[in-house]
């Protein structure tokens, strides 16, 4: 069909953009406008005017076109940002029973911090260091800023197994329990394994290992890679390597031996901590094997990847029969016959390195973020301190693995730093039922309870039977981390775990930033399903558009952090023009989170995936978590995630893998439902181009869904990079036999 399109502007618009673009349409044939001719005329405009072409400022007439043809959005946000589909409005307050007791109980309490930690940072973070570290000798200056580089608390010294352990020893805490640990149980009927250990007992435990480490040539500085299953040695080994100045890498024990390798050649580790296997669903995973298979790995000319290590410290867990290399394996039990449980902690500087962790889940050379002591030790102290509104009597269950970064902060060093009780359990949420975390709640009467949006979903898929088997009215705050968590899976969590009782504080943060920057802090501040909260002290956190500059509130953007924290990595070990490119060449003296967000009216933000996950469809720059909690929204769906695949047309569709919830079958019927109802909830624009239904979506031990993965099944190419942290090796298979 013939479409006329005429443009009328005077010359004069060419050279002063600001002037309106007239588009006319020949309105006999305007009903059958596409939204392909739609896209070519705004295209047009946008390039006649020097990019001033805005269809939200376009007479009524063009305005009813572009809605009719579902571009409604454009409307919204004519920036070219990110688009922000999800809108959510219910809000939920702080139930006054907690806010009496909590620590900020109002949103003036919050605010009056917040401002002064921004404006007044040095004196708010010298007050916090002062307050919740314990220092062998104070600091000279609290920041020095030079982007990239900062440098807090410089001259000051100290360590953090101290601040972890010491600090309690002449307090009430020394004999409260710092660890509770459950193992992964054998059956039904046997309930698995239990340990407690008080402060006293971590302490004897820790200068013993560390004087293991001291024995088998682990000095300041050295690096130490830790590979252990969830154990409470695990800790036990990470505060020795920090008691003796050497620099821990803990790698989750679902990598391979490649990866172990890869590590252990960038960290030049000079010993190896690990154990004979761990337990993972009833099943023993070879650790020992995996570090053996690593030590002998080469490089394409032949060359040992791993030379440094001289010693590697075996810790007797499963009894599996391994191969123990003479002169360079010992046994962790036998070595600790040699030492005694007096071992002064090293003092340290204040910038001195304290871990490195290697992030995971992309293809290339692995990167290590470096945290230094100081500054992440306060980060992680005061977040955990006030977002989880920390109490003497509190049981905390942060359910990651201590592989990961929120292990780091929020099962070892925030929490015993402030002298909390922490929940350790070494198996998997559905193992061997699906109420495993509920009757672990049950028994040990946790308070907080602090999980993943992927784990919730599992939950959510299992029914609501299981925990309707248990008591959970312990529990007093809930907890999200790792991952947008889109609305449906909030209510589900506040109703049915929290009883309608819990806040719940929904935290994003990264590895790189080493504490949570974006939270609500659950006395004060009401919350909203799906979204983040606001910026934590000290946290200048903005969504900006390419150039750099502050976007409207609800139009997605790039999110960026104005100003050095005391948490921040500090590099990325061995590779400085790495750190530079990946973090603060984007937009110049400012930290690039590679997250997209967007803020609302109340300046609570909303995180909109990896701007890696962002897709553009036809032009629409579209964040997948959105169309991911469109999908989850209705009820057949326990969980869904969205991925791009290669259009000719569109440049990018949409292609979804969903679980249904159980009893919910798989039909066209639904298939085209699901299709229509994302169409409804976020826009025409975001119409799937395929629905895939699985039983299970592939997974990481910690919970997290490798999308690179799926995007390789949509796209139908070969299964490429490290697959070793799958959980289930068989969803892979069954997704990559499946057409939609």
């Given at each position: 069909m013939d479409r006329k399109?005429a443009?009328?502007a005077?010359?004069s ?19 059958y406008?596409?939204s ?12 006649v ?24 959005q454009?409307?919204?946000?004519p920036?070219?940002?990110?688009e922000?589909?999800?809108?959510e409005s219910?809000?939920?307050p702080?139930?006054q ?10 949103k003036?309490d919050y ?5 002064r930690?921004?404006e007044?940072p ?6 916090q260091a ?8 104070p ?6 800023w030079?982007a ?7 001259g000051?010294?100290?360590n953090a ?7 309690h020893l ?7 329990a ?7 149980p054998?059956s039904s009927?046997n309930?698995?394994e239990?340990?407690?250990?008080t ?5 004897h435990?820790?200068?013993?290992f560390?004087?293991v480490?001291k024995r ?8 130490v ?6 154990v ?7 505060l020795?390597c920090a ?9 989750f ?5 490649q ?23 009833g ?6 094997k995996?570090v053996?298979?690593?030590?002998n ?8 990847l791993?030379?440094?290590v001289?010693?590697v410290?075996?810790l007797?867990r ?5 191969h ?6 010992v046994w ?9 449980a007096d071992?002064?902690p090293?003092m340290v500087?204040?910038e ?5 962790l290697?992030?995971s889940?992309s ?12 500054g ?23 359910t ?11 099962v ?7 002298g909390?009780?922490v ?14 975390f509920w ?9 907080i309870?602090y999980?993943?949006?992927t784990?919730?979903?599992a939950?959510m898929q299992?029914?609501?039977e ?5 008591d959970?009215?312990?529990l007093r ?6 991952e947008?968590i889109?609305p449906?899976?909030w ?11 819990c ?6 943060w ?11 802090c ?9 979204s ?18 502050a ?9 960026i952090v104005?100003h050095?924290?005391?948490s921040?990595l500090?590099?990325?070990w061995?590779?400085?023009d ?12 400012n930290?690039f989170t ?18 890696d996950?962002?897709?553009n469809v ?13 999908l989850v929204?209705?009820?057949a ?5 969205v ?6 047309i ?6 979804a ?33 395929e629905i ?8 990481t031990r ?5 999308r690179?993965?799926l995007?390789q ?8 990079g490290d ?7 068989g ?5 990559s036999?499946?057409?939609?």
């Open positions: 399109l443009e009328v005077p010359a618009s060419v050279k002063a953009p600001s002037k309106t673009l007239k588009i006319i349409f020949d309105l006999e044939q305007a009903p406008v596409s392909v001719f739609l896209r070519i005329v705004l295209l047009t405009a946008k390039k005017t020097r990019g001033n072409f805005s269809v939200a400022k376009a007479c009524p007439f063009v305005k009813d076109l572009f809605r009719t043809s579902g571009l409604e454009l409307l919204r946000d920036s070219g940002n990110i922000s589909t999800l809108h219910r809000v939920f702080p139930p029973a907690f806010s009496a007791q909590a620590r900020l109980s109002s003036d605010l009056k911090a917040y401002r930690s921004v007044q040095e004196e708010f973070w010298a007050e002062k307050q919740l570290l314990v220092w062998d000798k600091w000279d200056k609290v920041l020095e030079k990239p580089h900062a440098t807090w608390f410089s000051g010294q100290l197994s101290a601040n972890c352990l010491d600090k002449n307090t009430p805490n020394a004999n409260k710092a660890l509770i640990w459950e193992g992964e054998d009927t309930p698995g239990e340990r407690v250990l402060y006293r007992q971590l302490y435990q820790v200068c013993r560390a004087n480490l088998n040539g682990v000095g300041k500085g050295n690096r890679l830790l590979y252990m299953p969830m409470p040695e695990a800790v036990v080994a990470m020795a008691r003796l100045g050497a620099v821990h890498s803990v790698v024990a679902g990598f391979s031996a990866s172990v390798a890869e590590r252990i050649k960038d960290c030049q580790a000079k010993v190896v901590v690990t154990a004979d296997g761990g337990y993972r669903k099943a023993v995973v070879q650790l020992k995996n053996d298979d690593a030590l790995c080469q490089d394409a000319e032949g060359h040992p791993c030379a440094s001289k010693k410290i075996v007797h499963t009894g599996l029969d391994v123990i290399e003479e002169g360079r394996d962790w039990h036998q070595e600790l016959e040699y030492v005694n071992c002064a090293e500087a204040s001195d390195p304290l871990f490195i290697y992030t889940g293809t290339g050379k692995p990167k290590g973020i470096l945290h230094t002591t100081a992440y030790l306060l980060g992680a102290t005061l977040s955990h301190q006030v977002i989880f509104d920390i109490r003497a009597t509190d049981i905390f269950w942060c990651a693995d201590i592989g990961w970064v929120t292990g780091h902060s929020y070892v060093y925030g929490p015993l730093v402030n909390a009780t929940l350790m359990y070494e198996g998997a949420p559905n193992y061997p039922q699906p109420d495993r009757s672990i709640i049950e028994k040990y009467g946790v308070t309870f999980t993943a949006p784990a919730i979903r939950f299992w029914g609501n299981w925990p309707a088997k248990h959970l009215s312990s705050l809930l907890g999200t981390v790792g947008p889109n449906q899976a209510i589900w969590y506040y109703e049915i775990i929290g009883g309608q009782r806040p719940i504080v929904d935290t994003w990264q590895t790189e930033t080493g504490s949570i920057m974006i939270s609500t659950p006395g004060a501040l009401a919350t909203k399903p799906g983040a909260g606001l910026p934590f002290f000290g946290v200048q956190a903005e969504v900006v558009n390419e150039a750099g500059r976007v409207p509130a609800n139009a997605g953007g790039k999110l104005r050095p924290w005391p921040m500090r590099g990325v061995g590779d400085p790495r750190f530079q490119w990946t973090y603060w060449n984007d937009f110049p003296g930290y590679g997250d997209g967000a967007r803020t609302d009216a109340d300046g609570y933000f909303w995180i909109m995936g990896r701007i996950d962002v897709i036809s032009g629409h720059r579209i964040g997948t978590a959105e169309v991911e909690s469109a929204s209705n009820p769906v326990a969980e869904a995630a991925v791009g695949r290669a259009d000719d569109k440049g990018s569709g949409l292609v893998f969903v679980t249904l919830k159980c009893g919910k079958k798989p039909s066209p019927e639904l298939r085209e439902a699901l299709c229509n109802h994302v169409c409804k909830e976020v826009g025409a624009f975001a119409k799937l181009d895939r239904f699985a039983e299970a979506l592939p997974k910690s919970g997290k869904i490798m690179r993965l995007k099944v949509a796209a139908g190419t070969e299964i490429t697959v070793t942290t799958l959980e289930d090796f969803v892979l298979e069954r997704l036999g499946e057409e939609g």
